[in-house]
């Protein structure tokens, strides 16, 4: 990525003092220590106070400079072998890289790097000691589990890549990292194992991430929108996570981990639709309790997408379709309600949309009062005041629980807006627009692609040996394959099946 910041370094100290003053607006979290060591050795470190670790500092640097051989063994040399020695023979620390242009310079600073110049010289050394403070490992708080890791990505780019090593100890996993963002120069990293993952997949990963051409990336939700095959669909194309073991599974299926510094949400290319119906905790439990889990999730979907369009349609256009003692009990429980069914769902549906949002986004302090508040909106309040009938309150209930089975929100967002445009079909049409809705939600569904992957795989090309995890969840002795759809150059993950005990 181009920077504003150009030129090289100066010889002087004091001419790069200046210039670095200036390139940073005279910010006064920018430290300068000058020293002098014997007769003929001036120096200066420069660092951003609060990015750095200065315990490290003083014990890395500081305290190799104050000693008395330092001083002796740079007496008598020129200014870049002053440098040399430096980097070779005195500093204690380990990532130590020479820079000789302001924008490096700027660009390293401004990372948590420590940077070292001597008088004389045009070089500068970086001395690698980021400490700033961080969230440090804690449960994921998106992905919960209640068998397996409790710990989840930070915002530390550094932690999470070493939260994945640590469960893949192969020398083949490759981590490679660039600068994207002019303005933000966000460190980007992606992660793949390079004897497995496709090398097709892997360059055009590489190929869209270099084509960013953008000012700012905050978190990952922006690389998403960037890389992602197709912009106008509700249903993600990428799946993220901030489970290291989820990360590290699909690592190992061949699909490729994209990590973005200051967030802990990791995305993982390509993906397919089931997948977001998936858990980390299907996998360290029965397979027999883990396919029942998927069917659920599944079942808990169409519910989300279906269940308040279905209502609207079969109260207003079907009522043949409903047992007479139902149709009495709706038809009295209606009829103080002065709206169409069609109004009272969208009504409520909004309603529960706003409480949902609002519960996400109050301190937690008055959380307790909007519960308080949601629950006589929608509950027996409404009903009492005839705005509402108890049967449509049923019905967004059920719905709103189901959306939470979804185990990734992204999937869980897509469901509710997909919803809205079911139920004006259904108002308008009944069943035959529910019908239509389904019709073109499936076409869109298997027009998408992520990454070149038909997004309805292994349903749509059909691959039967995919289906043993997919809608189902094989046992691990049956799981020797790795997905077809992720062409990796190593299909078998295991040889066949040997199992202990009688």
């Known amino acids: 990525m181009k920077s504003t910041v150009e030129g090289k370094l100066s010889s002087r100290l004091e001419v790069n003092n200046e210039q670095l003053y200036k390139l940073l607006g005279e910010s006064t979290d920018l430290v300068r220590k000058q020293l002098k060591l014997g007769e003929h050795t001036e120096l200066a470190i420069f660092y951003i106070d609060g990015l750095i670790d200065n315990q490290l500092l003083h014990n890395s640097i500081l305290y190799s400079l104050q000693e008395g051989r330092t001083s002796a063994l740079l007496e008598e040399q020129d200014p870049d072998k002053k440098l040399e020695i430096l980097t070779n023979r005195v500093l204690m620390a380990g990532d130590l890289t020479l820079v000789q242009d302001y924008a490096q310079f700027v660009h390293d600073l401004l990372s948590g790097n420590v940077m070292l110049m001597v008088e004389g010289t045009m070089s500068a050394l970086r001395i690698g000691l980021p400490g700033w403070e961080d969230r440090g490992v804690s449960e994921p708080s998106s992905q919960s589990v209640v068998r397996g890791p409790m710990e989840g990505f930070s915002e530390n780019l550094r932690t999470n890549t070493a939260l994945i090593r640590r469960k893949i100890k192969d020398s083949q996993l490759w981590l490679e990292t660039m600068q994207i963002g002019r303005v933000t120069q966000t460190s980007v990293s992606i992660m793949y194992l390079s004897h497995i993952a496709n090398k097709e997949l892997v360059q055009e990963v590489k190929r869209r991430l270099n084509s960013i051409d953008t000012d700012s990336i905050l978190e990952s939700g922006y690389i998403e929108e960037f890389i992602q095959d197709k912009v106008a669909t509700p249903f993600p194309t990428i799946y993220n996570s901030d489970r290291p073991d989820t990360i590290a599974a699909g690592i190992l299926e061949g699909k490729v981990a994209i990590l973005v510094d200051g967030t802990p949400f990791v ?236």
Not at 425 to 449: D, E, N, Q
């Open 267 to 502: 995305l993982l290319a390509p993906t397919v639709f089931v997948s977001f119906f998936q858990s980390a905790e299907d996998y360290y439990q029965r397979a027999d309790i883990s396919t029942l889990l998927r069917f659920i999730r599944f079942l808990a979907f169409f519910l989300t997408l279906f269940a308040p369009a279905f209502y609207v349609a079969i109260t207003t256009y079907h009522q043949e379709m409903i047992p007479t003692n139902l149709v009495i009990s709706l038809a009295a429980q209606r009829e103080t309600v002065p709206f169409p069914t069609f109004v009272e769902a969208l009504m409520m549906e909004l309603t529960y949309e706003i409480l949902r949002e609002a519960g996400v986004r109050i301190p937690k302090n008055v959380g307790q009062a909007v519960s308080i508040v949601g629950t006589l909106v929608i509950g027996q309040a409404a009903v009492a005041a005839g705005f509402i009938s108890s049967a449509m309150v049923i019905i967004v209930s059920i719905t709103a629980i189901s959306s939470f089975v979804i185990p990734e929100a992204g999937m869980s967002i897509a469901a509710r807006i997909i919803r809205f445009f079911l139920i004006a079909l259904a108002g308008f049409m009944g069943l035959y627009g529910i019908l239509c809705g389904v019709f073109l939600v499936v076409l869109h569904l298997v027009s998408l692609r992520s990454f070149g992957v038909p997004y309805m795989s292994p349903l749509g090309p059909f691959r039967p040996a995919d289906l043993k995890d997919s809608f189902f969840r094989f046992p691990w002795p049956f799981l020797r394959t790795r997905p077809q759809e992720n062409r990796t150059q190593n299909l078998h993950r295991q040889n066949r099946s040997r199992r202990g005990g009688s």
